[in-house]
């Protein structure tokens, strides 16, 4: 009697499971049912893994069977296109292909969903298809509500306030956004498209982009970026930092809120957070370069990417980013170093070393030199056994010639430095007073 139930039972499971299947399952139903001419689908099964649950495994195959779907679009679409536009090659189809591969889920109108999980073989299925005539209805709608608003707002008179930079391209950008998404319906539109039922002309859209993109470039090549000053007078810091003006205009007038960036070509200062203000001005803090090394290059470019999204910059390659190099040169500043009492050749040699490094020239004359640096030396030795100890004092003060006022003064003292006979021993003493001579320099801030 047990048998004949267990026996009962089984056929009955059997019997059950294979009522449940959905016919999509079969690969021949399937194409038949939902056949391409109809249809748009994708399609997806495998075992479950061990570490999957059956919720898991039928998500995994959801998302596969939809992409499947997706993917199936987009390469339609490349196919199309590129019959069309032989020429352009890989670069157009390598476009083409991303922005196909942006459509969205929720952009295909009708998409359906279907699923199957065989318990007994643990195998789990996924379809995904959708009504090629609701969809191509769906995105006629689009496409349609589309373009009227695009030939709507190019006919606003905001569009030709060409005086007005920032509202001027940001309406052209919004246009040209727009005009991205007809295009992308358009395409939709092509794939779904039959004999009898063809996709509309974009020969309309397609001249609009035409001149809205060339208003775009010119409205660029109407930035006037120029430096306020390429002669530079520094100050000692000024090998290290130092600011940097520029002027931009827009059909000769101050244009504020422009982005741009100012880097050195040769060097590793670029920065790019910065925008004009109600003057047209930027001024660049310029820091981590050597600003005495000759002809010093400097670009300055509006940055398109800070108010111009992705699409428009991958589609219109073509737009002249407005930039200017130049020089920069630096007016070095000439200075006379006085000796008071014989100071040692080592802080003298050392100080002359720091200006130079500092883009300063030198001079023994006085009445040509902008700074005259004074220096005072004095030294002492000590003998103990057969070491010598020698001690040095070092003094320097800075002083303007056309005003006669110290700018600067330091002394160190008690400066040691040790070694076989006096002149060794005093001259280590002022290499080690060098060295603090030329951190207290370090401070200094000439102008």
Sequence with gaps: MFYKIFVFFLISHFAASQQSVPQWVDGKIRKSSFGSYYYLSGYSYSNKNPSETEYDLLKRLTGNAKQELIESIAVTIKGETTLKTESTKNAFNQKLSQEVSAIAEAEIYGLIVETYYNKVSKTGYAFAYVNKKELRNYFAAQFNAQTSALKSGISDDSLNLKSEFKLYTKNIVSHLTLVYAIKKSHQILALLSTALDPAPSID?????????????????????????????????????????????????????????????????????NLTTDKSGLIVANVSNTNLYSLNKRFKAIVNLASFLDTIILNRYKFISIPFIEFNLKVKKTTICVTNANDCSDVIIASVKEFFAQNGYLFSTNTAISKYTINLSCKDRFKRMNNLYFGYADVSLSIIENSSNIEMYQTKVTDCKGGGGDPVQATNKAYITASKKIIEALKSIQLK
Excluded: H
């Design 204 to 272: 309309d859209v397609n001249k609009i982009e035409v001149n809205l993109s060339t208003n775009l470039n010119n409205a660029f090549k109407n930035i006037l970026i120029k430096p306020i000053d390429t002669i530079i007078n520094p100050s000692l810091k000024s090998a290290f930092a130092f600011s940097l003006g520029i002027k931009v205009t827009y059909k000769l007038k101050s244009e504020e809120g422009l982005p741009l960036i100012v880097y050195s070509i040769n060097d590793n200062f670029k920065n790019t």
